[in-house]
């Protein structure tokens, strides 16, 4: 199982490849028939923020994660991009539940295909032959333990993660830059999204986003990061690039 670090330096790699490439992928196959059969369950957002010292080490920030979860689920409420669904939000069940531990499950799966996908579809390098750039990945038949929970067609999963420069390691980077000419990485902010079909396991839509910019702290700029991840996506009110 691969981990936040691993997860988190794959999205990077896309970071010189997002630029020229359309970000998101849909599966060949339509998504979205019956208006009354576009439920879809917004999973436990899987969020963390951290502060970036100037040796380069994370160190997570409980409070700025919460801020930012509210601000992305106040996003998510009224971004236009869920007109032609019915969004029922999950919360995280009890802690030590047999239902948080089947919900922490789907969540690390999902990180796991998440990174497998920004590999073997974004960088040509890696691209697998049997799949290429077509979104042909599931998470298994046990999606539709989701599905008998949540009684929903679909699933939407959110992954990101957030780091910002503490003070130290912003006077590194204007000292360095002064100096030698070249600065050292401050803040980044990456993350996925994923539309599961629960009848199936498939993924049917997927999006990302790398970058040195945005702030979850902060409620317009989460909005914009909410509009930039969820373009394309194929229950929307206006969806053009479908």
Known sequence: MLDLRKIGALIICCVFLSACQ????????????????NKVALMP?????????????????????EQAKRNLLEGLRKNPSFGRAEVVEVSLP?????????????????????ASILAHSYQPAL?????????????????????????????????????YASGGR????????????VAPEGGTQTGF?????????????F???????????NYASAQETIDTLFLGFPLGKDCGSC
């Open 170 to 181: 912003v006077a590194l980077i204007i000292a360095s830059a002064l100096l030698f000419g």
């Open 207 to 217: 999006n990302h986003l790398s970058r040195n910019a945005g702030d979850l702290r």
């Open 127 to 163: 691209v697998l032959p049997t799949k290429g750039a077509k979104l042909d990945w599931t998470m298994g038949p046990l999606a539709r333990q989701l599905q008998d929970k949540t009684k929903t067609r679909y699933a939407l999963f959110l992954h990101v993660n957030d780091t």
């Open 193 to 205: 999204a994923s539309l599961v079909d629960l009848e199936t396991g498939d993924i049917v839509w």
């Open 22 to 37: 359309q970000s998101f992928r849909l599966a060949e196959r339509p998504v979205g028939g019956k208006p009354d059969n």
């Open 45 to 65: 957002l899987d969020i963390l923020l951290s502060e970036k010292t100037a040796g380069g080490m994370l160190e997570p920030n409980a409070v700025w994660t």
């Open 94 to 114: 009890p802690v030590d539940s047999p239902d948080e531990k089947t919900f922490l499950s789907f969540q690390r799966l999902h990180s796991a295909v998440g």
